[in-house]
T-cell receptor, first 108, second 110 residues
Framework: DAKTTQPPSMDCAEGRAANLPCNHSTISGNEYVYWYRQIHSQGPQYIIHGLKNNETNEMASLIITEDRKSSTLILPHATLRDTAVYYCIVRARGKLIFGQGTELSVKP | NAGVTQTPKFQVLKTGQSMTLQCAQDMNHEYMSWYRQDPGMGLRLIHYSVGAGITDQGEVPNGYNVSRSTTEDFPLRLLSAAPSQTSVYFC?????????FGPGTRLTVL
């Protein structure tokens, strides 16, 4: 399974867009990119996933580069409740392997 | 739907004791998995199951056993608890690429 690299922490002002990067340079053609977040030691929560194309849902947008070696999760209007650890995961063969994630702090 | 439920929420064991962490889901999901999370770290996959009667190892399976006799239940057994197994344990079930996590069990081994 491809490994991912994320910055350990980021800050974002409330109401602004939060852009969380992820590198996955060894990703294979059949591996999806997933994003989950974990708020204050709760169970992780699914956000979004994609293979090649950009994706958008009610929570976020996922931008995947053309070579698929990196991606960016975008929270368009971050709120204080978006403060969490965000995990970028590349999944294949049914297993999710979590990395260290990015701790996002949304500040007033 | 209750979703994914885990019991107990908290547990303290002595070294060498055995116990079973319970996990149940009422969503009829085939795929279930167990993770542990240590302070300041991400989740590490212990074991997973793609359906009743089928289980496989994850990243850190040593010291843990699982079985999957029904679609609903996926218990995790610690045969002889060790202080290194102090952690928060999360169970998850999956449907169409989305995993749903339980609230976790906080285990302390003294």
């Amino acid at each position: 399974d491809a490994k991912t690299t994320q910055p350990p922490s980021m800050d974002c002002a409330e109401g602004r867009a939060a852009n969380l990067p992820c590198n996955h340079s060894t990703i294979s053609g059949n591996e999806y990119v997933y994003w989950y977040r974990q708020i204050h030691s709760q169970g992780p929560q699914y956000i979004i996933h994609g293979l090649k194309n950009n994706e958008t849902n009610e929570m976020a947008s996922l931008i995947i580069t053309e070579d698929r070696k990196s991606s960016t999760l975008i929270l368009p209007h971050a709120t204080l409740r978006d403060t969490a650890v965000y995990y970028c995961i590349v999944r294949a063969r049914g297993k999710l392997i979590f990395g260290q994630g990015t701790e996002l702090s949304v500040k007033p | 739907n209750a979703g994914v439920t885990q019991t107990p929420k908290f547990q303290v064991l002595k070294t060498g004791q055995s116990m079973t962490l319970q996990c149940a889901q009422d969503m009829n999901h085939e795929y279930m998995s167990w993770y542990r999370q240590d302070p300041g770290m991400g989740l590490r996959l212990i074991h997973y199951s793609v359906g009743a009667g089928i289980t496989d190892q994850g990243e850190v399976p040593n010291g843990y056993n699982v079985s999957r006799s029904t679609t609903e239940d996926f218990p995790l057994r610690l045969l002889s608890a060790a202080p290194s197994q102090t952690s928060v344990y999360f169970c998850a079930s999956s449907y169409e690429d989305t995993q749903y996590f339980g609230p976790g069990t906080r285990l302390t081994v003294l």
